[in-house]
């Protein structure tokens, strides 16, 4: 018996069920086992692997909900399941100060960032967030907040995890307004903190009292510190420090403005990194974080570079025959597609990268078929055509991407990779000559 079919749902394990000879278990393939146990633990197996699978198929913004949460405390697994909601079209919201709980939750077929998740936000932060806001509700404002809640427990440091993660964006969202206001805010709510313990009362807390608002109120933060008056980071430099804090970018991403155009490119995922054919020439869509040059024994450059993408993280190697035809893509914060091959070594897996482009300037080959064009012999011209400029096997290609026109619509069809061309240029002109209307198109359209 063979339990198969959860694998493309994201479900594991996924176990093989053999039969029991000589205390092994024989696979499938005919192999033993190499980690072998009886029947009856396989079949509790089997069924966990139906049940999770169901709840996925039926119930999936609950399901990965759970599954962040139960993760919340390893940044890989929760990077790698926030690639798997963007693949299943499910978005996962940053962190609010005002919405979000301890964990992730389901909210109106999306999923709010759970507390537990920021960096740097301890368990004392979070329930004492919690119980202020359940107390006396939602927070007005970063001020608000500090004078709700004991600062002991939700120290500068937390409060800087939440800003920066983009918790305070619904009430406040220039985060260097915040993170400049923050010393003075913290010293404010402080000497308030003082003066309710000694039993002293603030002159703007009589006034609150008096028009019958609770706790803290309208004309209390009045006397509170105002921000200065300045432009808030950068897209960039907030993505940076979003990710300093989460260990990965929530409230957008460098690469998902070309993630579905992307697809057309048929790249892996670096989660699926170790699952890789070491013989095929892979092609993956990501973003450098980091370039170590090095210099051979043979005085020659080559890199070691940290990658990531949607899902996940890996390091590449760029050796010095590959570097000197690439080194200008090789720098940090570049988004670039690379081809190259799994490496393994011991337990750690690697990308070698023998090429790259920018994302901005890849080029793919998009022809229109017109109806009376879709026929065996046209088609079969079409083919012909496209692997004449097929090129070496094991260098990067273009995709070729087939538009169809209908009455009603136009259908796109992707080209199987080995009918993707090397020249694109040429390819285009041959395929026009040929009465194939062809053109280049952008990856970042």
């Keep these: 018996m063979k339990i198969v079919g959860c694998k493309s749902l994201g479900i594991q394990p996924v176990y093989d069920i053999g039969v029991e000879r000589d205390h092994n278990f024989i696979l499938a393939n005919g192999k033993v086992a190499s980690n072998c146990f009886n029947k009856s633990h396989s079949t509790a197996y089997g069924y966990v692997t139906y049940q999770t699978a169901y709840l996925k198929a039926n119930y999936p913004v609950e399901y990965m909900a759970a599954l962040l949460t139960a993760s919340s405390g390893t940044q890989d697994k929760v990077q790698k399941y926030i690639g798997t909601c963007s693949s299943m079209g499910i978005d996962v919201l940053q962190p609010d100060i005002n919405r979000s709980e301890i964990d992730f939750t389901p909210v109106a077929g999306k999923i709010l960032f759970g507390l537990s998740a920021v960096r740097n936000l301890g368990q004392g932060a979070i329930e004492c967030i919690l119980n202020a806001r359940n107390t006396d509700g939602a927070f007005k404002s970063l001020a608000d907040l500090c004078d709700r809640v004991d600062l002991r427990a939700v120290n500068r440091r937390a409060l800087e995890a939440l800003i920066y993660s983009g918790a305070f964006d619904s009430i406040s969202p220039n985060r260097k307004q915040l993170i400049e206001n923050l010393e003075a805010l913290i010293s404010w709510a402080q000497d308030r903190a003082k003066d309710r313990d000694s039993g002293q009362t603030n002159i703007f807390d009589i006034l609150g ?53 992307a697809k057309l490119m048929s790249p892996i995922n670096l989660s699926d990194l170790a699952e890789q054919n070491q013989r095929a020439t892979l092609s993956a869509i990501v973003m450098l974080t980091d370039v170590k040059p090095i210099i051979t024994k043979k005085g020659e450059p080559m890199a070691i570079v940290q990658m990531e993408d949607l899902s996940g993280q890996a390091e590449g190697v760029v050796f010095p025959k590959s570097y000197k035809q690439i080194e200008q893509f090789i720098k940090a914060d570049a988004r670039i597609i690379v081809w190259g091959k799994v490496d393994r070594k011991d337990e750690q897996i690697q990308m070698i990268i023998e090429d790259a482009e920018f994302i901005e300037t890849v080029q793919m080959v998009v022809v229109e078929l017109p109806p009376e064009r879709v026929t065996k012999d046209g088609l079969t011209h079409l083919r012909t055509i496209l692997k004449e400029y097929s090129g070496q096997k094991n260098h990067a290609k273009r995709p070729v991407l087939a538009t169809v026109a209908t009455s009603q619509q136009h259908q796109f069809v992707r080209f199987d990779s080995k009918y993707w061309v090397q020249d694109y240029k040429a390819a285009i002109n041959a395929l026009n000559n040929a009465g194939f209307p062809a053109r280049a198109s952008s990856l970042n359209r």
């Design 209 to 261: 009292s008096t028009n019958g608002t609770k706790n803290t109120n309208d004309a209390a933060l009045e006397s509170a510190p105002q921000p200065p008056n300045i432009p808030d980071f950068s897209a960039q430099e907030k993505l940076r420090l979003e990710k300093e804090l989460l260990g990965f970018y929530v409230s957008d991403h460098p690469l998902k403005s070309v993630g579905q155009v």
